[in-house]
């Protein structure tokens, strides 16, 4: 069997699966009615049949749905229907030719006078000729509608399923505006909190270090004239802290924008942090043409994140990075041969990678099961 005929198989095996299970749930549905029609289980119901319908037209895993409750319940009232109607389908055309295989060997053990069924009923079985003739020709075209027939049937029951429950164009907008809403607030407070870490840092570092330093000059002034020795120690001292205080300075600018963002660009940046990475990461960065700084650092803070993690907790020995630009979307990829089961409740660096793309309107999807590998894929605006 060649490719094209083993994906069809497979999918009729899939699409076989997934109408059966449908009729299943839709005889259920029709006894439970007045429980489906509370609109929190009727949304967990529709979730559940929406993962289903997109795991078998193999599209993004979708979260909880988010229409109308008379969206949800129209949903419900046309899933029952189609259900039912594609569940019988299958069991007439499967099991006529599961049934026709079986009973023709077994012609013989019927009672006197049993007739066929399917497309020859009516036709008395007088004889293995006439058994066998049937009953193969019967084989061959309920398979066949079964084979061609079902995975048409189950990929239509899904996209209805799909469509009436994804959210219309004005939904959209609305869970856009809320999910904006809240990451510019989270932004706001990650950003509050920026500027008092910074302003900690810059006072307690050094702005404290600074005043040690003029006072060891004052002191050194007023000893110019009278131990030549203490002055130099005071140079010294002031000349260390000096140095010190722009260490500290360099830190706390260095978290606000990197300087070597500036000097090298992104592309020359990402290099130079995949030579300092614990697990030195295959680069493949296209053309990225002017990015704005926002989106720039961004970037370099997500891959810098994103290797620490796979340095520090997921045992991996292989990273790769990719930045690729699509018109006015910056995309990234960050994959590593981990274990796996990243977890942003855990602390492990990816709320932080959230909150910094949310806030830029982006997107991210993180695809790390338990084993591995893990991949993260960050999609950025970055204008036209």
Known sequence: MNHHGASR???MWRGLGYLLGSLFTA????????????????????????????????????????VGTWRVLGWLCTY?????????????CAGNAVTTAITVPLWWALPAGTRAGGFAAGVPLSGWGTALTLGIVQIVIFAALTYWLVPLLARLHAR?????LSPSAAERLAQRVETLTETRAGAMNAHGAELRRIERDLHDGT?????????????ARESLDEDPKIVARLLREAHEGTEEAMVELREVI??????????????????????????????DIGDLGTVPAAVETVTYFTIAE???????????????????RDSDRLSIEVADDGIGGADETLGTGIAGIHHRVLALDGTVHIHSPAGGPTTITVSLPCGS
């Open 160 to 164: 209805i399923c799909v469509v009436l």
């Open 207 to 219: 702005q404290a270090r600074l005043v040690a330093i003029a006072m060891r000059l004052g002191a």
């Open 254 to 283: 260095r978290t606000i924008y990197p300087p070597i963002l500036a000097d090298r660009g992104l592309a020359g940046a990402l290099a130079a942090l995949g030579t300092r990475s614990a697990i030195a990461p295959r680069l």
């Open 27 to 66: 005889v259920v549905a029709l006894f439970v009615l007045p429980v489906l029609i509370v609109p929190m289980m009727a949304r967990a119901w529709a979730s559940w049949h929406r993962r289903r319908a997109a795991r078998l037209l193999l599209s993004p895993r979708s979260g909880p749905v988010r």
């Open 80 to 92: 029952i229907v189609t259900s039912l109607a594609f569940g019988l389908v299958v069991v007439v």
């Open 306 to 324: 994103a290797l620490t993690n796979a340095a520090k907790h997921s045992q991996a020995t292989r990273t790769t990075v990719r930045v690729a």
């Open 9 to 11: 198989l497979s999918a």
